[in-house]
């Protein structure tokens, strides 16, 4: 292929020595087939399959055999990946997504996986293979590339388009290594390991699934994947040569289990194009289309069908905009720069039936367009009478009723709302339950690891492996999140203890371990009950209290209650102190025990525990000691955050 230069900041290298057609695959593990087996060997290899829960599997090791082990650094009830991959010296990893924080990590930004364990270990690390451009496949990259001197990346000109614009450096981003991957002819062979290809559908183009030869035989990771035999942009899911791949024997199958408990298939994106273009073609007004920013395949439907039919695209929000001119790059979508722009004051010029919104906000994010459009805040457009809004996603859960409200809020302003339930204008990026049977079916693995979602669609996922005569002892249901995978030539184990990992939060520029540090608990509580701080005015030689002690609460206690608690709390904690003091207790004690108390005391006027912080300040009262220098860490002393908390 001859070297393609881009006019662009993506700078995608086509260059022949990153995107290697090794067609014969000569580099094949030449022992990568069971051996043959007459009826009698047959027989016996199976019943030598671990089939009772009452074997002792650890007995099928052979002598000093060393395993290949599978380790998730991220959790396995969570829609999102990084895989490690390890034998002896060598490591490879799969993906290296991120989670947006839940409730329980108030405030962070979002989760990555945690790579200590890569960092002690980073002279074995070979490579970082990505299956596909999600953020939660990639996003993470960004904090730890870095981190670990920029190993090798392996994967597809979009998906290495959109992991360069993650990044808000542009310095780091130009020391990104990376290898293109044709997942139709490339077979890489380094050290112990051999990576093969294959497409399956997604809602983003290039999704790959991976299989992983091994010492051990073979890993099959299916990646995000549905099966769909139309797709509106990508080709179709190559099931040929995954049922190939059953035939060099896989050991282990690791598998998406999203949506694997709704039955038949996913609706093709064939049929939701098809009614978007109906709905494109047909309005005579304007017309809004929400999506995700990620799903880059409706996003490309959307605007080809919109240039088809001479309609202005808008585009409103960064990453949206970010996708689309990486997809415009890649040849994805052909269009005059003037036919799509950002979304500006120019659109209220536009005759109505020339635009097309494309924004964000199915989901009421809470700054995206939409969201604001419906509280009548957007800075650059008004709905009008008889606009089309056409949300093309599917709910999230727990998210059903801030999304209700702003549905609400834009039928107000008498707009004309189209949903999924009253036509095809979304389906799911993930396989149900025959897209799953099937692949089970043509994999044929000895072992499967229901993954990548909450342990509902984990246990559904497993009862179709049931359905389709698996041995139950033969899939693996790890409880404990970073539990370590053993691959031997005769069993696959789950260790007895995970691997000491740790939930790893970014939060703005920094990034901390959720188990030594005191923030997220901190904010916990002065979520729930607010903070109070006392500060105590101490003479410098008495140690007596000069005047009153001052407090300050914030979230505590309601206007009307103020003075009274407030009042409470001095009183009490004057007596504590001048009770300690009458000890010879010394101040820093004197406080950490009034804080102690106070917990008690204030559970017990208003049922609930701020944060406390006792702080004191010394006051010098004697002219005789006007220029006596305290030491510095005694001028102004205050509790820090973390002994604010209970030790358990």
Not at 375 to 384: C, V
Not at 417 to 425: A, C, F, G, R
Not at 603 to 626: A, C, E, S
Request: net charge neutral; hydrophobic share 40%; with cysteine.
């Amino acid at each position: 292929m001859n070297t393609t230069v881009w006019n662009t900041n993506v700078s995608i290298d086509f260059k022949p020595q990153n995107n290697a057609k090794n067609r014969g695959r000569q580099n094949h593990n030449p022992n990568s087939r069971p051996p043959k087996l007459s009826s009698e060997a047959f027989i016996r290899q199976k019943k030598s399959e671990p089939q009772s829960q009452g074997t002792d599997l650890r007995k099928l090791i052979k002598k000093d055999e060393v395993p290949v082990r599978v380790i998730s650094l991220l959790w396995f009830e969570q829609v999102w990946q990084c895989l490690l991959v390890e034998y002896k010296n060598d490591i490879i990893v799969v993906d290296a997504g991120m989670e947006f924080a839940a409730n329980e990590e108030l405030w962070a930004d979002y989760i990555i996986p945690d790579i200590s364990y890569l960092k002690k270990n980073k002279s074995k690390l070979r490579w970082i293979i990505i299956t596909h451009g999600h953020l939660d496949h990639i996003w993470a990259l960004r904090d730890i590339l870095p981190e670990l001197d920029y190993p090798m990346l392996y994967t597809t000109p979009l998906a290495i388009g959109i992991i360069k614009k993650t990044f808000d450096d542009q310095k780091k981003a130009n020391l990104i290594k990376y290898k293109i991957v044709d997942p139709d002819y490339d077979f890489i062979k380094l050290w112990v390991f051999g990576i093969e290809f294959a497409r399956v559908n997604h809602n983003i183009p290039e999704t790959m699934a991976v299989s992983i030869q091994t010492p051990k035989w073979i890993i099959f990771d299916s990646a995000d994947f549905k099966i769909d035999h139309t797709p509106s942009i990508d080709r179709p899911t190559d099931l040929a040569k995954i049922a190939r791949i059953w035939t060099e024997w896989v050991k282990l199958y690791i598998w998406d289990s999203l949506w694997s408990q709704n039955p038949w298939r996913s609706k093709s994106e064939k049929v939701i194009w098809e009614t978007i273009e109906q709905q494109i073609r047909g309005v005579q007004w304007r017309i809004l289309i929400a999506t995700f920013a990620t799903n880059i395949g409706r996003v490309i439907q959307i605007i080809n069908s919109a240039i088809k039919y001479n309609k202005v695209i808008f585009l409103s929000w960064r990453s949206m905009i970010n996708n689309i001119d990486i997809c415009q790059e890649l040849g994805y979508i052909n269009a005059p720069k003037w036919m799509i722009r950002k979304l500006d004051n120019d659109v209220n010029n536009m005759p109505d039936e020339r635009v097309l919104i494309l924004c964000t906000g199915a989901q009421w994010e809470e700054f995206a367009a939409l969201t604001r459009m419906s509280r009548w805040e957007h800075p650059q457009i008004q709905l009008k009478k008889w606009d089309t809004i056409l949300m093309s996603s599917s709910t999230i859960p727990w998210n059903e009723l801030a999304i209700n409200k702003m549905i609400n809020d834009l039928l107000s302003q008498w707009v004309e709302l189209v949903t999924n339930s009253e036509m095809d204008v979304h389906t799911s990026w993930h396989g149900f339950a025959e897209d799953h049977k099937l692949f089970l079916s043509l994999t044929k693995p000895q072992y499967f690891l229901p993954f990548f979602d909450e342990m509902s669609h984990r246990y559904a996922h497993k009862k179709l492996a049931l359905d389709l005569w698996m041995a139950e002892d033969n899939i693996l249901m790890p409880l404990k999140n970073w539990t370590v995978i053993e691959m031997y030539d005769d069993v696959v184990l789950l260790w007895d203890k995970p691997i000491k990992l740790d939930t790893v939060m970014i939060d703005g520029k920094w990034q901390w371990h959720m188990s030594w540090e005191y923030v997220i608990k901190a904010r916990h509580i002065m979520a729930q009950s607010g903070i109070v701080a006392l500060i105590f005015k101490v003479d410098t030689k008495s140690q007596e209290l000069v005047w009153n002690i001052q407090i300050e609460s914030r979230w505590f206690v309601y206007s009307s209650e103020v003075k009274t608690i407030h009042t409470q709390i001095v009183e009490y904690a004057r007596s504590k102190y001048n009770d300690n003091r009458k000890k010879n207790m010394d101040i820093k004690d004197s406080l950490k025990n009034i804080k102690e108390i106070l917990w008690e005391y204030i559970t017990k006027i208003i049922g609930r525990v701020p944060m406390i912080m006792p702080m004191f300040v010394y006051i010098n009262r004697d002219p005789q000691l006007q220029n006596w220098d305290l030491p510095a860490e005694e001028a102004i002393v205050g509790m820090t955050l973390d002994e604010q908390w209970y030790d358990d």
